[in-house]
């Protein structure tokens, strides 16, 4: 459960730091390598996740 919750809690802090730069600060394309880095993060994730315990 507490694995589930961090990885919940850092996911939504991904989206929030992705939507605060796309809508408050409007400097989202500044920053392309954080997001490719974080998007490729959470899809190798995903699939692992879904490889293994599924």
């Not at 394309?29 to 954080?34: D, E, I, L, S």
């Amino acid at each position: 459960m507490g694995r589930l919750v961090m990885v919940l809690g850092m996911l939504a802090l991904f989206v929030g730091w992705a939507l605060y730069r796309l809508l408050v600060k409007r400097d989202l394309m500044q920053h392309r390598g954080t997001v490719a880095v974080g998007g490729l993060f959470i899809g190798v994730w995903g699939l692992l996740y879904g490889w293994l315990w599924s």
